[in-house]
């Protein structure tokens, strides 16, 4: 499969950075931490599908490994043939995937908010077929409550609503088939093959991929460092992009 890959600057010659997003948001979610890197490296945001543009492929099924595969090939199209992944959420398993399959790709991975396997088959039944009856919009008040610390939203800052509106907007279907996506994905005890540079980074306050969840990741591979982001949720990237900037920044002089 092809991975919609959307280059953020001009900057031929210099190394590449690659940004994913999480299930249910657009291209624009890392985009106020790649801006950052925009005069030193070559920076490309990917897509998942469906998400900030239509499909192109037939609508068929595919599995985090098939991501992982399909960002290698759509990245080599672009003349990219090794690159920094910088993942999170779902797009965080993209990149252990990545790591785990495609080793020979990767500088450098930093897996933020992201699990060796999310929820259980049953809560994501349960999510599926409440997108599928009611769909992206009826997420908003719990998925609100995942992705942002408490009192985020009340403040005067853009990204949290406008993070939701693109929930709201995201085709059903397509969450949907990532949602399928993420069902399946598993790479528990496997992690301690990895032996590309990894940054785990955690929001202090994420309900699902814990500060504790997220250092147990980090012991199991040996070429890693782990960072918590204070008064930060599932997406500390649009919360607190100074911050990650910061970590990420500092993780790269060293790979």
Known sequence: MRIAVHPLNDNPGSPAIVFGNALGTRVSLWAAVAARFADDYQIYLSDLPGHTLPRTDDGADFTVSDLAAGLVTSLAELGVEKFTYCGVSISGGIGLTLALEHPDSLTGLVACATATKFGTDESWAERIKDVAEDGTRGQLDDTADRWFAAGFLTEDIASGPAILTDLAMVD????????????????????????????????????????????????????????????????????????????????????
């Open 172 to 255: 059903d279907a397509a969450y949907i088939a990532c949602a399928r996506a993420v069902t399946q994905y598993d790479v528990t005890g496997r992690l301690e093959a990895v032996t590309t540079p990894t940054l785990f980074i955690a929001g202090s306050q994420d309900p699902g991929c814990t500060p504790e969840a997220m250092t147990e990741l980090s012991a199991q591979v040996a070429d890693s460092a782990m960072v918590v982001i204070p008064d930060a949720a599932h997406l500390p990237m649009a919360e607190h992009p100074d911050i990650v900037f910061d970590h990420i920044e500092a993780f790269l002089s060293r790979v």
